[in-house]
């Protein structure tokens, strides 16, 4: 039996990697850039507390509402041509953001937003399926393409940092065109079209379910985390949960009928895609987190300025790129099985490390920890991204991308709501607030460690020094209980993957099974 070797990829297709890249680092830059904007936004625009919420929640809603469909669009019509259409988009939308002149535009940009970049990140994925057909190639471009999350996140607060010092607000949505504009010139000289051979029409009931699923959802989880279990929260839960059956459901009878579904649900039969969604959902939540709470504590607590916090984080996004192109060299030799729960565990060192910030060592403490984390998740997002797509049909390449990234979108707002919640249920209880503050200083003081600083600087003398003391202290406590339950989550996490693709070790031998061994170890 004669065995064809895959074409390696040249020049043009490692240039295609780089162009891939950008939207990849764009996107991620602009997810944690606007946290730093927003105290310059909410004095230019005065929104109100309502709109500021919107203003960064809508985003991520729209995001990982459509980012099914669009991965399934771009199957249908091209992935570089949906990659061109949400280059042209969020390049525009982002120049609209930019000279917003009230709260309301601002919050519609936004969501524009969201829908234009839920198009990028699958097209990006599935190209890369195209690009580098070679398995070995393909990994170490996945890496590549990985690290993007990485130096977008790092590069967010530094890059937010100096833009604000020296510009307005709007600067930070700017920086968007210029690269938007080169990907529009050099997308179609280096990426070739994909698309499905014979794909069937897009099913806008299951556009529609796929929304209602995700939506309402993600809705139900943000508002868990900041008002806690509300009929709000129980009543987006159940329309999400129910969607979510209905579109299955649906899939499903499609399937059984000989038609195209929106997403062929078939493929979650597969372990190695479930439990790769499930670490990259993982991952984003140790990242998120801790990003949430390191940063609050860098500039409340120890007083750093934002360029200053995004230097001590550095190193940790710095090992994330370095861990992703070595984790391509140890897929050679070690499995998903073996890769996967390391980085998870690497990850909850992390966390645990956190645990002790209250000391004079704090920075080098916190440091050493996001290097932990960053390490760890560099080692884990790049196997299972690339586990993700040798797991599917090419020409499903779009589809299983969108889950990827729905995992991701998941992840990340699980990060803030879960763990945000966990510390500010500690902060709450541990907070002592002098009686001489006023009642609206107060309740402000005890719901974040943000208002109690600015509650203190409206006060004088020993009050507002022994706020200042209680309210650090209080969320110094807060960290400590967070990090232990984010370590407690990865830990679970990596038992699960460890113990789900244990059945591949004792069944048939993967050879029987080529294309989708359940160890990790696929082949293209």
């Known amino acids: 039996m004669f065995v064809t070797t895959p074409p390696r990829a040249g020049r043009r297709e490692w240039f295609g990697l780089a162009v891939l890249f950008l939207p990849t680092l764009i996107v991620a830059i602009d997810n944690t850039v606007l946290g730093f904007a927003l105290p310059a936004i909410s004095q230019a625009l005065a929104p109100s507390a309502a709109q500021l919420l919107w203003l960064v929640d809508i985003y991520p809603l729209v995001l990982a509402g459509l980012l099914v469909t669009m991965g399934t669009l771009g199957d249908r019509i091209g992935r570089r041509r949906t990659l061109t259409i949400g280059v042209a988009g969020f390049g525009a939308v982002s120049l609209l953001a930019a000279f917003s002149t009230d709260p309301l535009h601002l919050v519609a940009a936004r969501a524009l937003l969201g829908f234009f970049g839920a198009m990028l990140m699958p097209a990006t994925l599935a ?166 709470f390191s940063a609050q504590y860098l500039m409340l607590v120890l007083g750093l300025s934002p360029l200053a916090a995004g230097e001590v984080l550095l190193p940790g996004f710095v090992m994330t790129m370095v861990a992703g192109v070595v984790a391509a060299r140890l897929a050679r030799r070690f499995s998903l099985r073996v890769l996967v729960p390391s980085g998870l565990l690497l990850a909850a060192a992390g966390f645990l490390l956190c645990t002790a910030l209250d000391g004079d060592f704090s920075l080098i403490v916190l440091g050493l920890a996001a290097v932990l984390v960053g390490t760890g998740i560099g080692l884990s997002e790049t196997i299972t991204n690339d586990a993700i797509l040798s797991a599917v049909p090419a020409d ?45 200083p107060a309740d402000a003081a005890r719901e974040t460690l943000g208002g109690a600083v600015a509650s203190a600087g409206d006060l004088t003398g020993p009050p507002a020094q022994a706020l200042l003391t209680s309210a650090r202290a209080a ?46 170890t696929v082949v293209a």
């Open 396 to 440: 499903r390449a779009g589809s299983a991308s969108a889950v990827s990234e729905t995992a991701y979108e998941i992840g990340a707002v699980l990060g803030t709501a879960v763990l945000g919640s966990v510390l500010s249920a500690v902060y709450r209880a541990s907070v002592v607030v002098p009686s001489s503050v006023g009642p609206l």
């Open 127 to 292: 190209l890369l399926r195209t690009l580098f057909v070679d398995r070995a190639q393909r990994r170490f471009a996945v890496a590549v393409w990985a690290t993007g999350f990485a130096a977008g996140a790092a590069l967010g607060p530094i890059v937010g940092g100096v833009l604000l010092e020296h510009l307005w607000w709007g600067s930070v949505f700017l920086l968007n065109v210029p690269v938007m504009v080169a990907l529009l010139v050099l997308a179609p000289l280096v990426l070739p079209e994909s698309r499905m051979p014979n794909p069937g029409r897009l099913d806008p009931i299951g556009v529609l379910l796929s929304l209602l699923a995700m939506v309402p959802t993600v809705l139900a989880i943000k508002l868990l985390g900041h008002d806690g279990p509300t009929a709000s929260a129980a009543l987006s839960l159940l329309v999400g949960v129910g969607a979510g059956l209905l579109f299955v459901r649906r899939a499903r009878a499609k399937l059984a009928a000989g038609e195209e579904p929106l997403l062929d649900v078939t493929l979650f039969a597969s372990p190695v895609l479930r439990l790769s969604a499930l670490a990259n959902a993982s991952t984003m939540f140790a990242l998120t987190g801790l990003l949430f």
């Open 475 to 520: 969320f110094v406590d807060g960290v400590g209980v967070t990090a232990l339950a984010g370590a407690a989550v990865l830990v679970l996490v990596a038992l699960t993957v460890i113990i789900g693709l244990r059945p591949a070790l004792r069944g048939p031998s993967a050879a029987a099974a080529p294309s989708h061994p359940t160890d990790g």
